[in-house]
């Protein structure tokens, strides 16, 4: 009896911990006002562009790559809800390949982390490569930077 009274009163502290835990989250989401453009360039020349729009726990993404002669090689639109640690982000979305293709749920984390006033970097671990028009391998970056642009709308 007493071995399932430490182990019930163990759960308990943990799921309440679990519960503050995920409530400071949406807590700190819902006073969360953050725009901005990243990108990368990759060793041959391309560049992957993502726009993040996290307002008040809906978020949405948009990733562009673009190959070497700027020309639009994969899209992809997230969109979701976010919780939010301090510079930790996690990002619950469905995720668009294209019209044509079903879409799929996924679960991202960013550490975003500003540099300075307008100027971010974003630190994503779930990075791996692609594969270019002619076969081979391009590691993609898990860094990217911020743009300072006016317009979301145009390409940074």
């Not at 990075?127 to 911020?146: H, T």
């Amino acid at each position: 009896m007493n071995l399932f009274k430490v182990s019930s009163n163990i759960v308990c502290f943990l799921l309440l911990a679990l519960m503050l835990f995920i409530m400071y989250g949406f807590l700190s989401a819902s006073l969360t006002n953050f725009n901005v453009n990243f990108k990368v360039s990759d060793v041959n020349g391309g560049e992957e562009v993502l726009r993040i729009k996290f307002n008040r726990i809906k978020g949405q993404a948009t990733y562009l790559g673009y190959d070497k002669d700027e020309n639009l090689y994969d899209t992809r639109q997230f969109n979701g809800w976010f919780l939010r640690w301090s510079n930790f982000y996690v990002f619950l979305s469905w995720v668009t390949d294209s019209p044509f293709s079903p879409r799929y749920f996924k679960f991202d984390a960013y550490y975003i982390k500003q540099e300075f006033p307008g100027k971010y970097i974003l630190l994503n671990h779930q990075r791996g490569v692609r594969f270019n028009s002619d076969r081979q391998e391009v590691p993609l970056k898990g860094i990217f930077s911020s743009c300072i642009q006016p317009g979301i709308g145009s390409r940074p």
